[in-house]
Each structure stands twice: as structure tokens, then as C-alpha cells.
């Protein structure tokens, strides 16, 4: 089992910045992939970012140059920092974690809110 805890939402202006944290615990060494996600009122939820624990690192398009996915193993912590943010990234996001022990399972955290106001 793999635990969750995401913060770091608030209000925000357009064009400021938030760092979000979603913190791991339980067996996390079997986690291959961290995954933060959105979802915004009325929307699907949406991938916005994706970390391997090779390293390797994923973003949706509407999200490349402002958002930065990152992670601290020590901390066993990923983050996501959000800059130049738009009122369309306003949603809850979400933290996913996946991990394989002989098949695959995805746990999720609470969410977070970010608001960004115009």
C-alpha cells in the first residue's frame, strides 16, 4: 500500500506561482511512476505530468515551459512547480503513484485546489 499526501493549492494571481508537494509513504519502493493530474469543474480528469523513477519526464503540451516536475527520493516527495500560471489551469490536482508487485495498481491523494484569478 502506498499513501498520499498532496499540498501546496491556494489562490493565486494570473502569472504567479505555486509549488505543489505530494508526499509518499508505505511501500514505496515499488512505485515506477508518480503522476501529478487536474481536474477542472465540469472536465475530465487531465494528466499534466509524469516522473519516472528513471527519471524520465512527461508534460501535457498546455503545460511545457511553465510547469516543472521534480522529486526528492530522499524526501520520497514529488513536486510540481507552477509558474506563469493562467486561470485555465484553475483545478483540483491530484497526485498518482504506480507501482508494480507483480501487476500494476495507482493510488491517488486528496487533491488539492489551485484558483488562479484574472
Known amino acids: 500500500q502506498v499513501q498520499l499526501v498532496e499540498s501546496g493549492g491556494g489562490v493565486v494571481r494570473l502569472g504567479g506561482s505555486l509549488r505543489l508537494s505530494c508526499a509518499a509513504s508505505?511501500?514505496?519502493?515499488?512505485?515506477?511512476?508518480m503522476r501529478w493530474y487536474r481536474q477542472a469543474p465540469g472536465k475530465q480528469r487531465e494528466l499534466v505530468a509524469a516522473?519516472?523513477?528513471?527519471?524520465?519526464?512527461t508534460y501535457v503540451d498546455s503545460v511545457k515551459g511553465r510547469f516543472t516536475i521534480s522529486r526528492d527520493n530522499a524526501k520520497n516527495t514529488v513536486y510540481l512547480q507552477m509558474n506563469s500560471l493562467k486561470p485555465e489551469d484553475t483545478a483540483v490536482y491530484y497526485c498518482?503513484?504506480?507501482?508494480?508487485?507483480?501487476?500494476?495498481?495507482?493510488?491517488w491523494g486528496q487533491g488539492t485546489q489551485v484558483t488562479v484569478s484574472s
Open positions: 516522473i519516472t523513477s528513471g527519471g524520465r519526464i
Open positions: 498518482n503513484a504506480e507501482d508494480y508487485t507483480g501487476f500494476l495498481r495507482y493510488y
Open positions: 508505505g511501500s514505496i519502493f515499488s512505485i515506477n511512476v
